[in-house]
Nanobody, 119 residues
Framework: VQLQASGGGLVQSGGSLRLSCTGSGVTLDYYAVNWARQAPGKEREGVSCISRGGADIWYADSVKGRFTISRDNTKNTVFLQMNSLKPEDTAVYYC?????????????WGQGTLVTVSS
């Protein structure tokens, strides 16, 4: 399972970005997809997860109401729409394929995409 995360960049506080996680050589709709982030000097933390069919979605409290996860299985892609960005959202964002959102271990992690939010 190979995943490609993209869409990061530099944005001002209050701005928006949309991250994409695309499967390569794999049908992503076989997996739940998790977004996590790691800020400098901090541990990686979960941000959001969407189940295989999209019926079950989880958000970290820190992003509820600002981030929206969705999936388009026709494009083999999962999106993370990030609105009202804050400087504390600055991190490298990673996507991962999991059997279920509550699985402890990911099947595969993609490389990260850097999000920088300036104040």
């Amino acid at each position: 399972v190979q995943l490609q995360a993209s869409g990061g960049g530099l944005v001002q506080s209050g701005g928006s970005l949309r991250l994409s996680c695309t499967g390569s050589g794999v049908t992503l709709d076989y997996y739940a997809v998790n977004w996590a982030r790691q800020a400098p000097g901090k541990e990686r933390e979960g941000v959001s997860c969407i189940s295989r069919g999209g019926a079950d979605i989880w958000y970290a409290d820190s992003v509820k109401g600002r981030f929206t996860i969705s999936r388009d299985n026709t494009k083999n892609t999962v999106f993370l729409q990030m609105n009202s960005l804050k400087p504390e959202d600055t991190a490298v964002y990673y996507c991962a394929a999991k059997r279920r959102c509550d699985s402890a271990v990911a099947v595969s992690w993609g490389q990260g995409t850097l999000v920088t939010v300036s104040s």
